[in-house]
């Protein structure tokens, strides 16, 4: 069973940055979006940033112009460059890869903006 592992969450104050990544422990074929997922405690699972096969994006736009995300599909890994980061961004943050045929999800890995 091919899994999503989620690295680099931790802690940091608000303004600073964190690198999380993202790759699976097998080969995933077939994959056309990888993206990152959030959840705040009480709060619903929310899209935070895709990627395309084709290496198109696409990014809530609470995240725009401070979040990056970039990766190789056929790789099955991706990465989310988080700056200036906000208290309100504290969550876990979840991996995700789409196939034809399913769906595949990370554990998570907790990011905590707080002074």
């Known amino acids: 069973q091919v899994q999503l592992r989620e690295s680099g969450g931790g802690l940091v104050q608000p303004g600073g940055s964190l690198s999380l990544s993202c790759a699976a422990s097998?080969?995933?074929?077939?994959?056309?979006?990888m993206g990152w997922y959030r959840q705040a405690p009480g709060q619903q699972r929310e899209l935070v940033a895709i990627r395309t096969s084709g290496g198109s994006t696409n990014y809530a736009d609470f995240v725009k112009g401070r979040f990056t995300i970039s990766g190789d599909n056929a790789k099955s890994t991706v990465f989310l460059q988080m700056n200036s980061l906000k208290p309100e961004d504290t969550a876990v943050y979840y991996c995700?890869?789409?196939?034809?045929?399913?769906?595949?999800w990370g554990q998570g890995t907790q990011v905590t903006v707080s002074s």
């Open positions: 995700h890869a789409r196939t034809i045929s399913r769906n595949y």
């Open positions: 097998g080969v995933i074929f077939g994959v056309t979006v």
